[in-house]
Each structure stands twice: as C-alpha cells, then as structure tokens.
C-alpha cells in the first residue's frame, strides 16, 4: 500500500491565483482530514469527511473548500491565494472516528504565496 | 473538550530514557490519549494510545495514572533518531455531531545529543 499520498510537493502561488491540493488514500478509509501548519506550530484541522459525499469544517476553514466524490480521494481547494495561507498542508486518513482512532498522514505539501 | 498541556523542549542524550509528561485535566470519561511522532519535513506519526493504567509496544510505553488527568510518553535509550517532535491528543470515541476536532498543540520538541 502506498498509504496517503499528496501532489504536489512544494508550490509558489501569486496572490489571487487558486489551486488544487491533491490527496489519495489506497488503504480504503471512511475518514479524511486535511491540516495546515504553519512554522513552529501545531496542525490546524481545515475540513474533514466522513465518507464519500459528506464534507465538514474543522477549525480553520475559511479560504478552503474541500470535495469527496470518492472514498480514495479527497481535494483541498484554494480559492484566490492569500499570503496568511502560506503554510505546509497535511492530509490524513483513519479507519474509525473519534479520538480513539490512528491517522495517517501524507509526506505534505509546501504553499508558498507571494 | 479536553484540552492538553506539554513542555515546549526537552533535551536528552543518546542512551537515557526520555519521560515526555502531558496533562488532561479536564479529561472525560471517554476520552483516549493519543501520541503522535513528527520529524521534520514529515507528517506526524502514530505511536502509542491508551485508556489507562500502562500500555507498551515496541517504540514506546504510555503510563496513565488512575485519575487520568495525566499521561506519560516513555522513550526508553533514545538514540539521535528520536529526535522531533511530540504531540499528546486526548478525544473521545466519537464525532458527537461534529464536536471533536482533532488538536495538535505546539508539542514538546525533543532533541537527542550526541
């Protein structure tokens, strides 16, 4: 299994431009979630999904939007980049939900914007 | 919601035992403790999980005391590997309607010297 995986790596985006964080999960997973952190700090919950068609917000969600259509993939849509958004993105699966459950997490993706 | 408190830094060396403590007080009923392994660059790890008294596996032991408003990572002879940081979770086994959002504090930076 490849487990979780994000696309890009690292990305410059222009102030006002919009991007797609692609993410991929091959372990079947109900649940994913995608987190920001920024320097030196802890992971942020942006959205999450607990399964294909159902979407909610997390503690940071404006400037996102998010989508599941299926159970392997769940985007992270920025919409007019702004410079607050500069940050590493995380996306991450479990099995179960709650706090009992074990989340795993992609290699991130780098978002810079000037 | 249980919110958790941990050192900012810790610093050791190769070959002692490292003892990373995290308070919960407000810790319910339900509620299991959670810790996550993050290296740089990385997204975070899963270790170790427990409701209470004291759990092992082959990286870690979590020790929970009776009233549960505490819990304690134990990394037995770290080695410069260990290096990174550490994060302490603490939610129930549910979503509750929407209400657990996974919480990732700044985490104890831990640093292993030579």
């Known amino acids: 299994n490849a487990g979780v995986t994000q696309t890009p790596k690292f990305r410059i985006l222009k102030i006002g431009q919009s991007m797609t964080l692609q993410c991929t999960q091959d372990?079947?997973?109900?649940?994913m979630y995608w987190y920001r952190q920024d320097p030196g700090m802890g992971l942020k919950l942006i959205y999450y999904s607990v399964g294909a068609g159902i979407t909610d917000k997390g503690e940071v969600p404006n400037g996102y939007n998010v989508s599941r259509s299926t159970t392997e993939d769940f985007p992270l849509r920025l919409e007019l980049a702004a410079p607050s958004q500069t940050s590493v993105y995380f996306c991450?699966?479990?099995?179960?939900?709650?706090?009992?459950?074990?989340?795993?997490f992609g290699p991130g993706t780098r978002l810079t914007v000037l | 919601l249980a919110k958790t408190t941990q050192p900012i830094s810790m610093d050791s060396y190769e070959g002692q035992e490292v003892n990373i403590t995290c308070s919960h007080n407000n810790i319910a009923t339900n509620d299991y403790i959670t810790w996550y392994q993050q290296f740089p660059s990385q997204g975070p790890r899963f270790i170790i999980q427990?409701?209470?008294t004291k759990v092992t596996n082959e990286v870690a032991s979590l020790f929970i005391p009776a009233d549960r408003k505490s819990s304690t990572l134990s990394l037995p002879r770290v080695s410069l590997s260990d290096t990174a940081v550490y994060y302490c979770l603490v939610g129930d086994t549910g979503w509750s309607g929407g209400s657990y959002i996974p919480t990732f504090g700044r985490g104890t930076s831990l640093i292993v010297h030579p």
């Open positions: 991450a699966s479990s099995y179960t939900q709650g706090g009992h459950n074990e989340q795993f």
């Open positions: 427990g409701y209470k």
């Open positions: 372990m079947n997973h109900n649940y």
